[in-house]
């Protein structure tokens, strides 16, 4: 592996590049796209939400002002269905058949002159249906039941040994609902076929798949799709897959030859664009008198759509999280005829932690043990499945610095035993972790004669603050100012890069960042291997250092030149270079790998008279590797919290056990916290740089949300002796 020397600037908590494009709104969204000729899609979609369409009559429609098309299952081409990516099978392609699988499914897209006008003329399209009873409760016994869909049950040591050796044992059932993503910015796709090729501005969170899944649905040459996000208004994960409607808007703009833009309403955001599926969870946890932890019985079951592959292992987490040599984690889905879900920040651990982290706090109670004293006890200091070090772990770090900050050690043992006037005070923690995800990325740099550089791949920023990262990682691979260097993403035509999403887009791009800046260095040194004019003549990568626009001998910090002169004395214009990354592997590299970790501590404050429950304090510690740009990581750390206090207390997608409507599918009915309902949140980075990789950083952005649920849930326990084990926590259980 390259050594990686810490530049001087990174770290530093400077401000984000794209700031002023945002600030003064010349930043362009799909939805600030236009073309000449650009018509407008509306989409009509089905109000049951099973069984069949008996007819359609889009007469009516069709002859509306404006209208030049209107689109059904009668009238669709046949699609091929996308193909499978890194998420599994892309969701079924739309319009294909008579059936009807959930409520608000597309029925049919109505293409006009304007956007009232499609959206009118959709309203005119009549459609009758054959309806028959939908599944939509996970515990439905008649929903067919998927077991073990991606072979990620666990099992190690014997747990039935195990719980008859422990002293005390805990086990409860923990439910948590559907949550719908809802970035502030509605999912827009533009769609412009020139010929056999297709520019799409889409709010994608991954431009390759787009480019990959439109290919093969329209079977046309990868080539030929160009897909364009240089901002997406937030995602959350929502645009991490190809969905229907995108499909639809290149589907459109094919059939009437223009343009077409299609952007969803905020009620179509919540049956469109997937959603956290909910779980019902059975855990069941036994230790020693002396709080070591022998066995660990962890299972799932949450929902998927009925021809959908979707897959959150929410008992997952239990397997890795502590040192315990016995446990089973196992994991099922119901197929339910509900809209596709899809991944939501934190997928997977933002539910199972919840789950896993109530009852470790449960057993402490039990055992009459401090929650942190448990959790120390039980560190795994190794990988507990593949029994390697870590890559990095300071999972201890975070307990104890988290722990001072917040003042635990002041937290008195029994419940009820801290007020403040008529509020009822509870101190909670929770444990946090989040898996190492690293798929392959590549990424190309070039310098030109001004002495600028110029680095981009297919990624995207969903405001994570990737265009600002990268800005500096290359600055100081390079030794330039962050003034010379641009750092450009969002489209597919750039080199190849994964997807924002699972923590794991800022370590792969930055490694090939790295690899691609290094190569270009090489590069320059090629071009004056020979040249007797340069002081850098005969040198390799690993003699030289970069700093102010030049290349110098590490050896004599006098001897060496600019990037301009070198280019300008072989009359080159620019150099430019390629470079990827790849995965670690664990057993070459003879450790584990490791994911973010951290500790959540949260106050709260009960009015018992009124049930109301207020978070007042959160201090998150956490390990995310060597930290590339304190202000934008915790920016991301904070954004979690408030997704996560979110999460505990507000967010519930309710769908009508009759109908199968989703009844709350609006920002004025759907709850989620404004500012008063957020405290300040105090966040303190420990532990250094990761092993594993060049860059030595690991994700922060889905890590900041999990542990916020249980972290809350324990407090409130510590108020109240109340053990809430259903989100989100209602005033109705507090009161109950």
Not at 426 to 455: E, H, I, N, W
Request: with cysteine; net charge negative; glycine share 10%.
């Amino acid at each position: 592996m390259t050594t990686f020397q810490t530049p001087a600037s990174l770290g530093a908590g400077i401000d984000r590049v794209d700031a002023p494009l945002k600030t003064t709104g010349t930043a362009h969204y799909p939805n600030d796209f236009s073309y000449p000729g650009l018509v407008h899609a509306a989409l009509v979609g089905s109000t049951i939400a099973a069984g069949r369409i008996r007819a359609i009559d889009a007469s009516a429609a069709q002859a509306a002002p404006g209208v030049l098309t209107v689109i059904t299952y009668l009238t669709a081409p046949r699609l091929e269905r996308g193909p499978v990516s890194l998420l599994g099978k892309s969701p079924p392609a739309p319009l294909q058949d008579d059936r009807i699988l959930h409520h608000g499914q597309h029925v049919a897209v109505v293409v006009a002159d304007t956007p009232e006008r499609a959206r009118y003329a959709a309203s005119l399209v009549r459609v009758t249906y054959e309806t028959a009873e939908p599944l939509l409760d996970v515990r439905d016994p008649r929903a067919e039941t998927v077991e073990n869909p991606w072979g990620l049950d666990t099992r190690r040591g014997d747990p039935d040994a195990g719980f008859e050796q422990a002293d005390a044992v805990v086990e409860g059932e923990y439910t948590t609902p559907d949550n719908t993503n809802n970035p502030l910015g509605l999912m827009t796709t533009i769609a412009s076929w020139h010929g056999d090729s297709v520019t799409i501005h889409d709010s994608t969170q991954w431009p390759y798949n787009v480019r990959t899944s439109i290919a093969r649905i329209f079977g046309v040459p990868e080539s030929g799709v160009r897909v364009l996000a240089p901002f997406v208004g937030g995602g959350f994960g929502a645009g991490l897959r190809v969905w229907p409607h995108t499909v639809l808007a290149v589907l459109a703009a094919r059939e009437v030859k223009h343009p077409v833009k299609l952007v969803l309403t905020r009620p179509q955001m919540f049956t469109s664009v997937g959603h956290r599926p909910d779980s019902v969870q059975h855990i069941r946890i036994g230790a020693t008198s002396a709080g070591d932890l022998v066995a660990i019985e962890h299972h799932g079951l949450s929902s998927v759509a009925m021809e959908d592959d979707d897959y959150e292992p929410v008992s997952l987490c239990s397997a890795v999280s502590y040192a315990c040599p016995n446990v089973v984690t196992r994991d099922r889905q119901a197929r339910l005829n509900i809209p596709c879900p899809g991944s939501m920040r934190a997928p997977a651990e933002a539910q199972g932690n919840f789950a896993l982290e109530s009852a470790i706090d449960e057993l402490a109670h039990t055992l009459g043990m401090d929650p942190l004293d448990l959790r120390l006890r039980n560190i795994a200091d190794t990988h507990p499945v593949l029994g390697l070090p870590w890559s990095s772990n300071a999972l201890r770090e975070c307990y104890t610095e988290g722990a001072a900050r917040f003042g635990w050690s002041r937290r008195p043992p029994g419940t009820g035993s801290l007020r403040d006037g008529r509020w009822l005070v509870g101190l909670g923690m929770a444990s946090v972790s989040y898996p190492f995800f690293q798929v392959p990325c590549q990424a190309r740099a070039s310098l030109r004669r001004d002495g600028s550089a110029y680095v981009r791949s297919a990624a995207t920023d969903i405001g994570t603050g990737t265009y600002t990262v990268m800005t500096q990682l290359a600055a100081e691979l390079l030794g330039l100012d962050i003034a010379k260097v641009r750092f450009d993403l969002g489209d597919s035509d750039m080199p190849y890069a994964p997807m924002a999403g699972g923590s794991g887009l800022t370590g792969a791009l930055a490694n090939a960042v790295h690899a691609a800046c290094r190569t270009l260095v090489a590069e320059f040194l090629d071009v004056v291997r020979d040249d007797d004019a340069s002081p850098l003549r005969g040198a390799r990568p690993d003699d030289v250092t970069a700093a102010d626009g030049r290349l110098r001998l590490i050896g004599d910090p006098g001897a060496g030149e600019s990037y301009a002169d070198i280019l300008a004395r072989h009359g080159l214009e620019e150099l430019s270079a390629d470079g990827r990354s790849t995965p670690p592997d664990a057993r070459r590299l003879g450790m584990a790998a490791a994911g973010a970790f951290g500790a959540k501590f949260v106050e709260v404050r009960i009015d018992p008279q009124l049930g109301l429950l207020r978070v007042t304090r959160v201090v998150s510690a956490i390990d995310g590797g060597r930290v590339l740009n304190e202000k934008t990581a915790t920016s991301q750390i904070v954004g979690g919290t408030v997704g996560g206090i979110s999460q505990a207390l507000f967010e519930e997608t309710v769908t009508d056990a009759v109908t199968g409507r989703i009844a709350n599918a609006t920002f004025g009915d759907y709850l989620m916290p404004v500012n008063a309902d957020v405290p300040d949140v105090e966040v303190v980075f420990c532990g250094g740089s990761d092993r594993a990789t060049d860059a030595s950083t690991k994700g922060v952005g889905e890590v900041g949300l999990v542990g916020l649920a249980a972290a809350i849930g324990n407090a409130v326990h510590h108020a109240t002796g109340r053990r809430l084990r259903s989100l989100p926590f209602t005033i109705d259980q507090l009161m109950g």
